[in-house]
């Protein structure tokens, strides 16, 4: 079976301690795959990454990663684990021995394991090959395919940096930082004809210059859909936070035309989340991106349009229409809507906090800026599930992490399992009923002011990274006149409709609301935007499922 050439010698990576065998499974492989890949190999888990990690820097596409199961140091499973964050869409095999295939089954789970292989597997053209074609084949047809990286030249302590770093990471997109006072970032802003006053500096894999880019101008120019492809659809659904991205999947897998707009990126909170594990079919756990970027896959594959770096403004009634109106002016209708706007992170008021936002002040930002956290102090502030998950995250390579608590201890609000985990972390410090009073520092965060609540007492210490997980408010004033919410600007829906057993006054049709249906007919909300909802990734991908059936059900009746 001829193999098709790759343009850019897509790497296929295999690593096995034993050196004997690692040459026979490269020879193998370069018999049947060396005239259209390049074959890879390495003898440890450590210096696999670290080619794996070069290849990415390069830009060099990975299709298929081989790792033996029993390695020293690293196993492939842990191995794999790794790898998964540097080349998500590469297709994962672990070569076994027979007695450790129940080690390969777990693996499905901890690595989402595409295939696992028994040593030795002579015939090569029986037991290995047909594999390998299925899964390149599959590599092919998926949306991982290679692109040169985008590189961001910036100030660490400038917040217009930081918030494009963080727009191109949540979204997916590859790229390399240069800080502007060193010899490579100088250089690219003196190719770009650019003095350094103005960052960041975002090259584009065109050549394209941009400086101080904003997130609609961004996306358009790193591959991101900005333009819906049509006027008129089944469902446009608001958000593409785990409500939305359940209800993109649900509605374009049932045959509805479906957009999805979103106005950062996919994940919403909980895409930023280092580690979710308390979610249904992941017993190890599972980070936000990863559990985003399959959901986001896989409302593609089913046809849903995702929409990024689009900010909506206007919802308004036209006959049977919904018209979803953006800030630049446009705007695209529907049979229906799912409102999934999520909430997003409150800020704190402490005096100087404001003007050190992204200067070393971040809120939700933990997964972007942990790697230049490494060997330091950091404090987070917060004593819910957010905040625990970041604090545990990011004391994998602080020096110290300072957990603040105005509450008299995490129980009441965060998850059992995450307050063992802190318990259990020794450079974690829970300090409760503390507050931040006061952030200090010329251009970047360099102080704290620490009050006790219960004392008065106040304190300063010396802190140059502050991650703020105090609550979330709804995103939702823009349905101010259209869509009843409650006092906290959460909308109301079904049941919250009907107190007394009546609809609003303005409902005029001849049925109650539907369970998630809001005071407009055929305009829906699912997830954390909803008075009284769960604030669980779980609920808020039930409830889109969900409000895709009710959609259906308005649709019927229309």
């Avoid at 349009?305 to 308004?316: D, F, I, W």
Wanted: charged share 20%.
């Amino acid at each position: 079976m001829a193999q098709p050439v790759e343009t850019a010698r897509t790497v296929i990576l295999t690593v096995d301690d034993d050196p004997g065998v690692s040459r026979a499974i490269a020879r193998d492989l370069r018999r049947r795959y060396g005239s259209g890949y390049r074959i890879v190999r390495a003898e440890s888990g450590e210096s696999a990454l670290e080619a794996l990690r070069e290849l990415k820097l390069r830009g060099d596409p990975v299709a298929v990663i081989l790792a033996d199961y029993r390695m020293p140091r690293m196993s492939g499973i842990e191995f794999l684990e790794q790898a998964l964050h540097v080349y998500p869409g590469a297709r994962r095999v672990l070569l076994t021995a027979y007695a450790d295939t129940n080690a390969a089954i777990d693996a499905i789970n901890v690595v989402d394991l595409d295939h696992y292989l028994l040593k030795p597997w002579d015939p090569p053209e029986e037991k290995l090959y047909p594999v390998l074609d299925d899964l390149l084949t599959a590599w092919r047809s998926s949306d991982y395919r290679p692109v040169p990286a985008t590189k961001v030249v910036g100030h660490r302590w400038s917040a217009r940096s930081s918030r494009v770093r963080e727009f191109l990471a949540r979204n997916q997109v590859p790229y390399r930082w240069y800080a502007s006072d060193e010899p490579e970032g100088l250089r690219l802003l003196a190719a770009a004809g650019a003095d350094g006053r103005r960052l960041p500096l975002v090259v584009t894999p065109e050549g394209t210059a941009l400086i101080e880019p904003e997130a609609a101008e961004l996306a358009a120019h790193v591959g991101l859909a900005t333009t819906p492809a049509a006027e008129f659809y089944d469902l446009v659904v608001i958000g593409g936070g785990p409500a939305g991205l359940g209800a993109a999947v649900y509605g374009a897998s049932e045959g509805l035309r479906t957009v999805l707009v979103e106005r950062s990126a996919t994940g919403g909170q909980a895409g930023q989340s280092s580690r979710i594990e308390n979610y249904l079919g992941f017993p190890d756990g599972v980070s936000g991106a990863q559990l985003t970027e399959r959901a986001r896959r896989q409302a593609a594959r089913f046809g849903a349009e995702l929409l990024t770096a689009r900010e909506v403004t206007g919802l308004e009634v036209s006959g049977p229409a919904r018209v979803v109106r953006f800030s630049d002016g446009s705007a695209v209708a529907a049979h229906s809507v799912i409102l999934a706007t999520g909430v997003t992170y409150r800020q704190l008021g402490a005096p100087g906090c404001e003007g050190l936002t992204g200067c070393g002040v971040y809120y939700g930002s933990s997964l972007t800026e942990a790697s230049s956290c490494l060997g330091q102090d950091v404090y987070v502030v917060g004593g819910a599930n957010s905040a625990g998950q970041a604090a545990v995250y990011l004391a994998r390579g602080a020096k110290s992490v300072t957990l603040l608590v105005r509450g008299e201890s995490l129980t009441a609000s965060m998850s059992y399992y995450l307050v063992q985990q802190i318990e259990d972390t020794p450079n974690i410090t829970v300090r409760t009923r503390t507050v931040v009073e006061e952030a200090h520092g010329d251009g970047h965060l360099e102080q704290l002011t620490l009050r006790d609540v219960d004392s008065g007492a106040s304190e300063r210490v010396d802190c140059p990274w502050l991650f703020v997980f105090i609550g979330a408010a709804p995103l939702t004033d823009w349905l101010e006149g259209t869509v009843l919410r409650d006092e906290h600007g959460f909308i109301l829906a079904g049941p919250d409709l009907t107190p007394d057993g009546r609809p609003p006054a303005e409902w005029a049709l001849d049925r109650p609301p539907y369970h998630l249906e809001t005071n407009v007919p055929g305009v829906f909300v699912a997830g954390d935007a909803r008075a009284r909802s769960a604030k669980r990734v779980a609920s808020a991908v039930g409830e889109g499922a969900m409000a895709v059936m009710l959609v259906h059900r308005y649709l019927e009746q229309s």
